[in-house]
C-alpha cells in the first residue's frame, strides 16, 4: 500500500518513508545498503546543493551513467528543489549525448566514472556547457560529488514541491530520428502511484525485495523504482545484467518482483545457470518494452515458477496501458494480447482519421487518461500529432477482441506490403521462435520486384546446431498464412537492440534497402 495522503509527489517518498521505517533498507547496490533515513538525508542535501549552484524551478539536471545507488538521491534532490532530471541513455555515442545536452540544456551534469570521455566529448560544441559533477569515480575536469555537496544541509527544503512541477525527462530511444524529451509531471506520476498499486506486478509488501535490472533512464526502471519505494520495498539494483548473475541475484536477495525485457528472460532462459534454479520467494516477473514469443514465455514461466505480469504502455504514457495478470496467462487466447487496459486509462483502435475501428479490425493502439505526458520538450508540432484529438496514438498496430482484450501486431512503420497483404514482422517471428536451433529472430521486408517487398527472417543460430534455412521456412508455414513466411533467410551473429530491448529493424533494413526508393525509418 501507498500512503498517498502523506505522498503527495515522489519528492516525498524518502522523507514518508524515513518516519516510518528510518533503518529499514531501501537501496542495496554492489554490497552496499542504504536505508531510508539515509534517502532522505541525502535526497535533502542533494537539493540544498541544487539550489546553492542557482537551480531554480523548471531547470533541468542531466545525468549520464549506469545504473547506481547514486541516481536516487539524484532524482530525489533534484524533485525536492522543484527541477526535471533528465537522464541520458548511457549507451548513446558522444554525438547523440551532444544533442540531448543541446536540447535539454541542463544546469549540471552528473556523470558516472564510465563516461567521463563520452561527456568531455558531448559537450565540447555547446555553446553554454553544464558544470559537471562526477557521480561517482573522479576525474580532474569533474567536480567530485562530496565537494558539490559540502555544508548542504541533510534538512527539507522549505519551498514544497507542486504537482505541475516537471519532475522527469526521459528520451525516447530515436530508433526512427532524433530522440524526443518526454516531460512527465508531478501530477502525472500522482495518478501513476494512485493506479499501479490496483495491478498486479507493481503492487508490494513493505520489506520485499524489487530486483531492478532495466535502466534508470527508462521508464521501466524507474517505474519499479518508485512504486518499490513507495511501498517500503527494498530496491536491489544491478548495474551491468549478466544471465547468471542476475539468477543468482534472486535466488541469494530473495527476490519477490521484478520486470525484466523479454531479451533479458531469453538470455537467462539460455543460461545454464537456470538449470535446477528455484525461486521460493518469487511472485510475479513483469515484462514488457517489447514482444515476446509465446514459446519463450512458456518456458520461462515453467523455469521461474511464478506468476507473469504483461505490461503495454509507452514513455508517452507513463509506462501505463494495458495489463495482462498471472491469472489471464492461462485465458484461452490470451497469450498473444497484452491483456486489458489498467484502471482509470482508456484505450481504443483508431484508423488513419482518427475514428474508432470495431473489434478485430486492424488500427493504431490509442491511449487515454490521466497518465499521458504534458509533452515532447521543444517540440510542439509532434506533441499536437501524437496527442491529436486527446488520445496517445502510439504508432502500434493492433486490434481488439471480442473479450476486450488487446493484441499488438506491430509497430505501423515496421508492416511489410508484400503483393497487397500486410504483414506483420513480429506475428512471422512469434512464429519461428520455437524451431529448434533459432536462439532469436527478427524479420523485415526486403526489395522484391515483383512482391514489392519479400519477407525476410535473420536468424540467430544456437551453437553447434544451426537449422537449415529451408527448416525455418517450413516451420513457419505450418504455423502462419504461407504469404506471411519468409522467402528467405540469413543468419546472424546477434541482433540490434535499443535499451528496452526493441530490435532495431532500420538497422536491419538499412542494407537491403541501399539504393532504392523506400524509407528505411
Given amino acids: ?32 545498503d542504504t536505508s531510508y533515513a539515509a534517502l532522505d538525508a ?47 541513455n548511457c549507451r548513446l555515442t558522444a554525438r547523440e549525448v551532444g544533442f540531448i545536452l543541446s536540447d535539454a540544456a541542463p544546469r549540471l551534469l552528473f556523470v558516472g566514472a564510465d563516461f567521463f570521455d563520452t561527456a568531455l566529448s558531448a559537450i565540447a560544441d555547446l555553446a553554454s556547457p553544464p558544470r559537471l559533477v562526477a557521480l561517482y569515480g573522479a576525474h580532474p575536469a569533474f567536480e567530485r560529488l562530496d565537494a558539490f555537496l559540502a555544508d548542504a544541509p541533510a ?24 530522440p524526443k524529451g518526454v516531460v512527465l509531471t508531478n501530477w502525472t506520476y500522482r495518478r501513476f502511484l494512485e493506479l499501479a498499486t490496483q495491478v498486479e506486478g507493481f503492487a508490494c509488501a513493505a520489506g520485499d525485495a524489487v530486483l531492478t535490472v532495466m535502466p534508470l533512464f527508462h521508464v521501466a526502471g524507474t517505474n519499479l523504482s518508485f512504486t518499490g519505494l513507495a511501498q517500503g520495498g527494498r530496491i536491489v539494483l544491478v548495474k551491468d545484467f549478466a544471465p547468471a548473475e542476475a539468477i543468482a541475484t534472486m535466488q541469494r536477495e530473495r527476490v519477490a518482483q521484478t520486470f525484466l525485457a523479454p531479451a ?70 490470451a497469450l498473444t494480447s497484452c491483456g486489458k487496459p489498467w484502471p482509470g486509462v ?31 520538450w521543444n517540440r510542439p508540432e509532434a506533441t499536437a500529432e501524437t496527442l491529436a484529438g486527446g488520445w496517445l496514438r502510439t504508432g502500434d498496430a493492433g486490434y481488439r477482441d471480442a473479450a476486450g482484450l488487446f493484441h499488438v501486431h506491430d509497430r505501423i512503420k515496421d508492416m511489410i506490403v508484400s503483393g497487397g497483404e500486410n504483414v506483420y ?18 524479420v523485415i521486408g526486403v526489395p522484391d520486384p515483383r512482391w514489392g517487398e519479400a519477407v525476410k527472417a535473420l536468424i540467430v543460430p544456437a551453437a553447434g546446431e544451426p537449422p537449415h534455412a529451408d527448416a525455418v521456412i517450413a516451420w513457419a508455414r505450418e504455423r502462419i498464412a504461407g504469404y506471411k513466411a519468409p522467402k528467405s ?9 535499443n535499451p528496452s530491448g526493441k530490435v532495431l529493424r532500420r538497422e536491419l533494413r538499412a542494407p537491403y534497402w541501399a539504393g532504392h526508393g523506400r524509407a528505411v525509418g
Avoid at 22 to 32: H, I, K, L
Avoid at 318 to 327: E, H, R
Avoid at 425 to 442: F, H, K, L, Q, S
Avoid at 489 to 497: G, K, Q, S
Fill in 346 to 376: 482508456e484505450m481504443a483502435i483508431l484508423d488513419m482519421d482518427g475514428q474508432f475501428l470495431a473489434d478485430g479490425e486492424i488500427g493504431e493502439i490509442a491511449i487515454r487518461g490521466d497518465i499521458m505526458m504534458k509533452g515532447y
Fill in 489 to 497: 533467410v540469413d543468419f546472424v551473429a546477434a541482433l540490434p537492440r
Fill in 264 to 333: 533479458l528472460i531469453g538470455m537467462m532462459l539460455q543460461s545454464p545457470a537456470i538449470e535446477g534454479a528455484s525461486f521460493p520467494a518469487l511472485r510475479t516477473i513483469s515484462y514488457g518494452a517489447s514482444p515476446i514469443a509465446e514459446a519463450t514465455l512458456r518456458r520461462a514461466r515453467a523455469a521461474f515458477g511464478c506468476g507473469f505480469v504483461q505490461f503495454y504502455g509507452m514513455t508517452e504514457s507513463a509506462g501505463a496501458g494495458s495489463t495482462l495478470s498471472p491469472g489471464d496467462h492461462d485465458s484461452p487466447g
Fill in 155 to 178: 534538512t527539507a527544503p522549505a519551498e514544497a514541491p507542486r504537482l505541475e512541477d516537471d519532475v522527469l525527462q526521459l528520451y525516447t530511444s530515436g530508433t526512427t530520428g532524433l
Fill in 425 to 442: 514482422p513480429a506475428e512471422v517471428e512469434n512464429a519461428i521462435a520455437g524451431c529448434p536451433g533459432v536462439v532469436d529472430v527478427a
Fill in 1 to 32: 500500500m501507498i500512503d498517498l495522503a502523506a505522498i503527495r509527489t515522489l519528492a516525498d517518498i524518502p522523507a514518508t518513508q524515513a518516519r516510518v521505517r528510518g533503518a529499514a533498507v531501501a537501496v542495496s547496490f554492489e554490497g552496499r
Fill in 42 to 88: 541525502a535526497s535533502n542535501r542533494v537539493a540544498h546543493a541544487l539550489r546553492a549552484a542557482g537551480v531554480v524551478a523548471g531547470d533541468r539536471v542531466g545525468v549520464l551513467s549506469k545504473n547506481h545507488d547514486g541516481w536516487y538521491p539524484l532524482f530525489f534532490g533534484a524533485a525536492l528543489a522543484r527541477a526535471c532530471l533528465a537522464p541520458i
